[in-house]
């Protein structure tokens, strides 16, 4: 069954305070790794897809990346309005060669204090 | 990307009745997607909603509970039926995102049962 675990659940963060978020998945053959951020009473907003190890892909103060066991989003100086719940979800391929949908890990909740 | 504009943004229901959701896309889509995320959880996908068939349900939905129509390339409908509190969440619905972008969602649906 694939399994997609996000740490930590919530993090504080002083403005500026850099710090990183943990995806780790195990599934049967990934397609494509997501990242959303999403903020209260809106659906998710899209950030960024990785699709093989070692990819990284940059937007602002955000930046990810990917391994074959986890991606990571790295928060660089973050700013009072980075402030979101940041999900991850993976894409799985299955035998047929077509993928299923994407299956959402539990996200994190990030605060960034002025 | 597509823009998709959902309906209502949020309601409050009595207990037994049915609520019917409106998700509109700017474009012609092949498939439209419908997530459930309860209080404090992450998504969990209900159905995908091809155009011309039936619905596809991922397992723990039926579609007695949660029947979906498709009338064309460009819209879909979700309907809550005989609702419960424990039917309390937010509904999303999600298309393929174009031009490199992952999957979009719409602002989704705040249903609260009493």
């Known amino acids: 069954e694939d399994q997609v675990t996000q740490s930590p659940e919530a993090l504080r963060l002083q403005e500026g305070e850099s710090s990183s978020l943990n995806c780790s998945y195990t599934?049967?053959?990934?397609?494509?790794l997501f990242w959303y951020r999403q903020d209260p009473g809106k659906g998710p907003e899209f950030l960024f897809t990785l699709y093989s190890a070692g990819e990284e892909k940059e937007k602002e103060r955000l930046k990810a990346t990917l391994t074959k066991k986890e991606s990571f989003l790295h928060i660089t100086a973050p700013k009072p309005e980075d402030s979101a719940t940041y999900l991850c979800a993976v894409q799985v391929l299955i035998s047929s060669g077509s993928a299923r949908q994407l299956t959402f890990g539990s996200g994190t909740q990030l605060t960034v204090l002025p | 990307s597509a823009v998709i504009s959902q309906k209502p943004s949020r309601d409050i229901c009595q207990r037994g009745t049915s609520l019917t959701i409106q998700c509109q896309v700017d474009s012609q889509v092949t498939m439209m997607f419908w997530y459930r995320q309860q209080p404090g959880q992450s998504l969990t996908l209900i159905a995908t909603a091809n155009q011309g068939s039936e619905a596809t349900y991922e397992s723990g939905f039926v579609i007695d509970k949660f029947p979906i129509s498709r009338p064309n390339l460009t819209f879909s409908t979700l309907t809550v039926s005989n609702m419960s509190p424990e039917d309390s969440s937010i509904y999303l619905c999600s298309v393929v995102g174009t031009g490199g972008v992952g999957y979009t969602f719409g602002s989704g649906t705040r249903l609260t049962v009493v």
């Open positions: 599934v049967s053959g990934l397609r494509g």
